[in-house]
């Protein structure tokens, strides 16, 4: 039997402004990257990663994040957002409700404050982890 790999997720992307990671990393994959930004894997390995477990992903980690972790203040100095889908009521034409995933992006201070109950209510899947470049080079 052959066993497939997962990786729609694990990708990573920039811009002039941003760094784009896809959430289905490993701690220990995201360090092992050569195309992604020296600075930014330093940052991940050095201050994250110590409170997190080599074979987490990064979705797991932010999920669980709890707010008074330390890692916490490493992505607000770099400015970090992430991308979730997450279930909402939408009314149609007539009023009738019709739930559908809906993509947002948010801070993750804003991420952390919602309890783990609420977001497993909301089936909250985080997709992306932002950050910026000026925030990274500036660590």
Same mark, same amino acid.
């Given at each position: &039997?052959?066993?497939? !790999?997962?990786?729609?997720?694990?990708?990573? +992307?920039?811009? $002039?402004?941003?760094?784009? @990671?896809?959430? =289905?990393?490993?701690?220990? %994959?995201? $360090? %092992? *990257?050569?195309? +992604?930004?020296?600075?930014?894997?330093?940052? &991940?390995?050095?201050?994250? &990663?110590?409170?997190?477990?080599?074979?987490? $992903?990064?979705?797991?980690? /932010?999920?669980?994040?709890?707010?008074?972790?330390?890692? !916490? =203040?490493?992505?607000?100095?770099?400015?970090?957002?992430?991308? @979730?889908?997450?279930?909402?009521?939408? =009314?149609?034409?007539?009023?009738?409700?019709?739930?559908?995933?809906? $993509?947002? *992006?948010?801070? *993750?201070?804003?991420?952390v404050k919602i309890p783990p109950g609420k977001k497993e209510e909301?089936?909250? !899947? @985080?997709? %992306? /982890?932002?950050?910026?470049?000026?925030? *990274?080079?500036?660590?």
């Open positions: &039997m052959q066993k497939t !790999v997962y990786e729609d997720f694990k990708y990573h +992307l920039q811009d $002039t402004g941003r760094i784009y @990671v896809g959430c =289905k990393y490993t701690f220990q %994959e995201l $360090t %092992e *990257v050569e195309d +992604l930004l020296f600075k930014f894997r330093i940052v &991940m390995e050095r201050y994250v &990663m110590p409170d997190a477990d080599p074979e987490d $992903t990064l979705e797991t980690h /932010l999920y669980y994040l709890p707010e008074k972790s330390p890692a !916490v =203040k490493v992505y607000r100095q770099l400015k970090a957002r992430v991308k @979730v889908n997450l279930i909402q009521e939408k =009314k149609g034409i007539f009023g009738k409700g019709k739930r559908a995933y809906v $993509t947002r *992006v948010m801070p *993750v201070e804003e991420l909301q089936g909250l !899947v @985080v997709q %992306e /982890l932002s950050v910026s470049k000026l925030a *990274v080079a500036s660590l």
